[in-house]
C-alpha cells in the first residue's frame, strides 16, 4: 500500500474553506507535504484561483450547475472517490450542520477515525496529529489522536485564522465527476433570521438568561449592543423552556468567540459557559453573588440588570464621546 | 429503532482539584439527553400513527439496565443491551458497527431515531456512520419530523437557513433537543415496564469482526480546562457608578469603542 500524503481540505462553506487553508498550511509544512483544496460548486472557477493565494498548493475543482447546492450524496462521492485514488494523510472538513455528517460518512466509507469539533490541531514532537476538543458538556478538553489513515478531523467556523492571501503559484486540476443520485430531497429552504446568522461573527454581544423578567425587555440589551455595534444573544432556558427566542449561545446552539460579552441574568451552566470561552473578555451582571457565571467572568456586576444595563449604557455614550 | 447511549451525567460530573483528572467513574450514569428526545419522538409518532413498535438499542461495556428499565417505563416495547467487557474502548466507529450488526439482526424497521450527539463525549458521529452502514438515507439535526405512509419529511435548522427534507422510509433521523419534551413516567408505567423484556446479547451473539471494532481514534489526555479569567468584582454606591467604572474598564481592556 502506497503511503497516505498531503493535507486536504473541504467546506461548502468558502470562509471556512479558507480558516482550514490557514491552519492547514501550517500543518502541511510542519509535514513537508502538499496542502490541497477540493472545491465543489457552481461558477466557482475564480474562487479556485484564490484558494491558492489562501495557502493551497493544488485544488481539486468540481465546477458544476448541478452542484450549486450542498447535496450530500454527490459531495459525499466526490470526496471518496477522491481520497481513495490519491490517499491523503489529513483531511479536514468544516464542522457544518451538513459538513458533520458528509465527515462521519467519508470516514465510515473509507474505515478510518474522525475526531470532531476540533478546537485546536497540532503536530506534536513525535510527529503525531492531536485534535483537541471540548467534551463532557464543557467540563474537560480532551486531545485525541489517530490510529487510522487518513486522519479525518472536522473544524468549527472561527476556530483558526485564515492567512492574508498573496500572490504563490499552485495548480487547479479541473474534474469532471458523475453525479450520485440524492438519497433525500430538500422540498423547502428559508433564511434564518438576520440576527441570529450573525452572533457567531458578532465582535460584542450583550446576552441575556432567566433573569430577564419579559421578552419585550430585550431593548435593555439591545441599547447596549447598539452603542457597542454588537448583537443580542439568549441562553438556552428562554429559547427552549419559555420559547421566547428559537436559538441561543451556548454549547449546543451558537458558540461565540466575540471581544465582549456580556451575560446579563445568565447563571453560567457548564454548557452556556463552554459556548462562550472564547470570548476574550466576559462581564458578568446577575443579582445573584453564588451565580457560577462570576467565576468564569472578568468582570463581575452584583447587581440587577434592568438598573445596571441602561446606567452602562449612559456610561459607555459619555465616555466613548 | 432508538439508539440510547448511557451517558455519564455531565452536570454532576466533579474534576480532581489537584491532578484536573475528571472523575468519569464515580459519575452517575443516565440516558443521554439527545437519545431521550428520539425516544420521547419514537413514542409520539407511535401514538400518531397507531400502530408500531418501539425497539431500543445500548451498546455498553458497563451495566445499563437501570437506564434500559428507564427507557421502557417512559414507553419502549423491547430494549436490546449489547454488553461486552471488550467495549470499553469502542469509538464511534465501532459503536456504529455493533448497532448496525444489531439492527440488522433484529430485523426489519420504518425509522431509526438517534440523538444527534451524546450528552458526555458530544461527538454527533453516530448517528451518521450508522446510517451509512446500513446504506439509508439520513436527515440530521431535525426539529420537527412528520411521517407519511412511507415517507417522512423533517425540519432542520443549518447555519443560515431552515430547510425541510423528505425522504422514502426506512431512514435514519438524528434529533436535537429543541424537537420536544421526553416525558416522565409515571409510577404506572415504571411498573408496567417491569414486564416488558430486555434482551441481553453479548459479542458472541452477533457476527461481529473483532478488528472492525478496534479503535480508530486514540484519547491521549483528559484535562478539566484552565479559566484564566480576571474574576474582578466591581462595586459602587449605586448603579451609575459601578456602570463608569465598568465602562472605563473595558474601554481600557480595548474591547469597546473604535
Not at chain 1, 462521519?104 to 510527529?127: F, S
Not at chain 1, 458578532?202 to 430585550?218: F, N, P, T
Amino acid at each position: 500500500m502506497s503511503e497516505n500524503k498531503g493535507v486536504w481540505v473541504f467546506s461548502e462553506k468558502y470562509d471556512l474553506t479558507l480558516e482550514m487553508l490557514g491552519k492547514g498550511r501550517e500543518i502541511a509544512d510542519k509535514l513537508q507535504t502538499e496542502l490541497v483544496a477540493v472545491l465543489v460548486g457552481s461558477n466557482v472557477q475564480e474562487k479556485a484561483n484564490e484558494l491558492i493565494k489562501y495557502g493551497a498548493d493544488k485544488v481539486y475543482l468540481i465546477d458544476n450547475p448541478a452542484l450549486e447546492r450542498f447535496q450530500a450524496e454527490a459531495h459525499l462521492s466526490i470526496l471518496h472517490n477522491l481520497a481513495a485514488s490519491h490517499k491523503p494523510d489529513i483531511l479536514l472538513i468544516g464542522s457544518t450542520k451538513n459538513g458533520k455528517p458528509l465527515a462521519a460518512r467519508l470516514a465510515t466509507l473509507l474505515e478510518t477515525g474522525c475526531i470532531p469539533d476540533c478546537a485546536r490541531l497540532n503536530v506534536d514532537e513525535k510527529g503525531r496529529l492531536i485534535g483537541e476538543r471540548i467534551t463532557y458538556g464543557g467540563n474537560a478538553v480532551a486531545k485525541i489522536a489517530f490510529r487510522s489513515k487518513p486522519k479525518i478531523a472536522t473544524i468549527p467556523a472561527r476556530a483558526f485564522e485564515k492567512l492574508e492571501p498573496q500572490e504563490r503559484s499552485g495548480e487547479v486540476i479541473k474534474l469532471d465527476v458523475k453525479i450520485e443520485e440524492p438519497k433525500t430531497e430538500v422540498v423547502e429552504t428559508k433564511p434564518l433570521e438576520i440576527s441570529s446568522v450573525n452572533i457567531e461573527e458578532a465582535e460584542v454581544i450583550v446576552s441575556c438568561g432567566r433573569g430577564l423578567e419579559r421578552k419585550e425587555d430585550k431593548t435593555f440589551l439591545e441599547e447596549l449592543a447598539k452603542i457597542l455595534g454588537g448583537q443580542v444573544g439568549n441562553s438556552r432556558p428562554l429559547a427552549e423552556d419559555r420559547k421566547w427566542f428559537t436559538e441561543w449561545v451556548g454549547l449546543s446552539g451558537h458558540k461565540v468567540k466575540p471581544k465582549l460579552y456580556v451575560a446579563c441574568g445568565i447563571s453560567g451552566v457548564i454548557q452556556h459557559v463552554a459556548g462562550i470561552r472564547d470570548a476574550k473578555i466576559i462581564v458578568a451582571i446577575n443579582n445573584d453573588p453564588e451565580a457560577p457565571i462570576f467565576e468564569v467572568a472578568d468582570y463581575g456586576v452584583v447587581g440587577n440588570l434592568y438598573e445596571i444595563l441602561p446606567a452602562l449604557t449612559e456610561a459607555l455614550k459619555k465616555q466613548l464621546q | 429503532m432508538v439508539c440510547l447511549k448511557q451517558a455519564v451525567d455531565v452536570s454532576q460530573l466533579k474534576v480532581d482539584p489537584k491532578t484536573s483528572q475528571l472523575l468519569t467513574a464515580s459519575a452517575p450514569k443516565k440516558i443521554s439527553d439527545f437519545d431521550k428526545n428520539a425516544l420521547e419522538e419514537a413514542i409520539r409518532i407511535k401514538e400518531k400513527i397507531g400502530e408500531a413498535e418501539i425497539y431500543t438499542v445500548t451498546v455498553s461495556s458497563e451495566d445499563a439496565k437501570a437506564v434500559l428499565r428507564e427507557a421502557l417505563a417512559i414507553g419502549a416495547d423491547k430494549a436490546y443491551f449489547v454488553n461486552d467487557q471488550s467495549f470499553q474502548d469502542l469509538d464511534t466507529s465501532g459503536t456504529a458497527y455493533i448497532l448496525a450488526e444489531v439492527i440488522k439482526k433484529i430485523g426489519e424497521f420504518y425509522l431509526v431515531l438517534c440523538g444527534e450527539a451524546s450528552l458526555d463525549s458530544f461527538s454527533g458521529l453516530v448517528g451518521s456512520r450508522l446510517a451509512e452502514l446500513l446504506n439509508l438515507p439520513q436527515i440530521n439535526s431535525v426539529k420537527k419530523i412528520f411521517v407519511e405512509a412511507n415517507a417522512v419529511t423533517a425540519e432542520r435548522t443549518l447555519e443560515d437557513a431552515y430547510e425541510t427534507v423528505k425522504t422514502k422510509m426506512p431512514a435514519l433521523i438524528t434529533v436535537t433537543r429543541e424537537i420536544n419534551q421526553p416525558r416522565i413516567p409515571s409510577l404506572m408505567m415504571i411498573m408496567k415496564a417491569s414486564k416488558k423484556e430486555i434482551v441481553t446479547w453479548t459479542l458472541a451473539d452477533l457476527n461481529i469482526q473483532k478488528e472492525k471494532i478496534e479503535p480508530k481514534i486514540k484519547v491521549v489526555e483528559v484535562l478539566a480546562p484552565k479559566t484564566e479569567r480576571k474574576k474582578i468584582l466591581i462595586t459602587g454606591e449605586n448603579a451609575d457608578e459601578i456602570a463608569e467604572k465598568l465602562a472605563k474598564a473595558l474601554i481600557q481592556e480595548g474591547v469597546v469603542g473604535r
